[in-house]
């Protein structure tokens, strides 16, 4: 370390020590001469210091760093035309609206002459008619109600579990009534089991909320009493077994049965089979609004949601993304409407639930065939086989609509055509219609 000072030092000493001399001049010569003065040049300018060099680096980066703006191309001219049409479209129907309007979607009126089936519709299994679907569950309600004037006790197992929705509050409260007639049954001497409580805590959980449990009581033989209680100032109501119910013991035990094995009366769907002439406007389809789970103005809002499907398309959506979108676009759907087109042109169709699997529709053309053996195949729209049986309508893109075609083995099909004359049952082509 002393070395490097010592070094360090000399070097200093020798900088500062001014020109050097050689040792063969004489004095004279070692006198510093003097230049000639010249004209003053122009000092060199200064370069920039390192703080400036540092701020322009900064600020070139920037530069760099800052987007391009990029020649719009085509599908941004589309995004850009469905914007500006949908902005005219909207000041156009909020011109036209009232003051008092404007703010609120305008009322939808169907017109069922331009659709291609007027509505879902459902067959009573209790009467055979067939209603649409917003007035099923009261012609139910009203078929039940006229089927208590013939059986009393058979309807009010209907209302039990038809009417009340929650099927384990329905499964609990009839074992309990179940349990009440299995003790009177059991011990048709003890008086006890004879009367129910209204104000029993067991009753008023299970079997008091239930719609339809008071008719089943006083159907299958009790009536309602007001009596005293040992050992309470007040009175309380009751349900006590008649005497003429009594003596019909085997009575209650068939209609326990009966309560216990009971099902829902459902409707069933309409399927509203058509068959049409051939025709190019086979894939054209107008559904009404019981199509889909929506009410109507929801449906008008999807109009206005364009704008933000073309926003979706040019984005990078990942896979969680788009099956989450998937998920919810099938769950839009209740019902899809079905065509079959034939070898010859003709054209069978008819309604579904969405979640129905494919197995549905081809159990639904094999009862349209002539010929029921007939084997045959169904392509979806883009010549996608259906193989599948148990895949639901909704997880296949069958819905709200879709046109199929069935195919099978030419010659087979010649023959069974050439025998038959058609494909389809004769029955069916007797009421083949035009498609509109």
Not at 400 to 405: I, K, W
């Amino acid at each position: 370390m002393k070395k490097f000072f010592q070094e360090l030092k000399a070097d200093l000493q020798f900088r500062t020590a001014g020109p050097g001399q050689k040792l063969t001049e004489s004095p004279r010569e070692r006198a510093p001469k003097e230049k000639p003065k010249a004209a003053e040049s122009p000092k060199p300018r200064q370069g920039p210091t390192n703080e400036a060099q540092m701020a322009a680096a900064a600020a070139l980066a920037r530069l760099e760093q800052k987007p391009k703006p990029r020649a719009p191309s085509s599908h941004d001219a589309i995004r850009n035309q469905v914007k500006k049409e949908l902005m005219n479209e909207a000041a156009a129907n909020d011109k036209e609206a009232p003051l008092d309007q404007k703010h609120s979607l305008p009322a939808v009126k169907e017109d069922p002459a331009t659709f291609s089936v007027s509505g879902v519709y459902f067959i009573c299994p209790l009467t055979g008619s067939s209603v649409r679907k917003d007035k099923k569950d009261a012609h139910i309600r009203e078929a039940i109600q006229q089927h208590a004037s013939q059986d009393p006790v058979g309807a009010s197992i209907m209302e039990i579990h038809t009417f009340n929705r929650d099927r384990e509050k329905v499964k609990l409260g009839v074992e309990t009534i179940a349990k009440y007639l299995d003790n009177i049954h059991l011990h048709p001497e003890e008086e006890k089991y004879q009367k129910i409580k209204l104000q029993n805590k067991v009753f008023q959980e299970r079997i008091h909320p239930l719609e339809g449990a008071d008719r089943f009581f006083q159907a299958v033989g009790f009536e309602k009493m007001t009596l005293s209680v040992p050992g309470q100032e007040d009175p309380e109501d009751f349900y006590v077994l008649k005497e003429e119910a009594l003596e019909k013991l085997d009575d209650l035990k068939q209609y326990k049965e009966q309560l216990l094995n009971a099902e829902p009366v459902r409707a069933q769907l309409n399927r509203q089979l058509r068959v049409f002439k051939p025709t190019p406007r086979a894939s054209h389809f107008e559904l009404p609004s019981d199509f889909f789970n929506l009410t109507t103005e929801e449906l008008m809002r999807e109009k206005q949601l364009r704008a933000e499907a073309v926003e979706k398309a040019s984005m990078l959506r990942t896979k969680a993304m788009r099956e989450k979108e998937g998920q919810r676009e099938m769950k839009k759907y209740n019902y899809t409407l079905l065509r079959v087109r034939f070898p010859d042109g003709y054209i069978l169709q008819g309604t579904f639930y969405a979640r129905e699997p494919v197995s549905a529709l081809f159990q639904f053309v094999q009862e349209a065939l002539q010929v029921d053996w007939l084997p045959f195949e169904l392509l979806a729209p883009g010549a996608q086989k259906l193989t599948d049986m148990n895949v639901a309508f909704n997880e296949c893109g069958l819905v709200p609509s879709a046109l199929l075609t069935l195919t099978g083995d030419e010659d087979i099909l010649a023959d069974v055509k050439e025998q038959t004359g058609c494909l389809l049952k004769l029955d069916l082509l007797s009421e083949v219609q035009i498609l509109s």
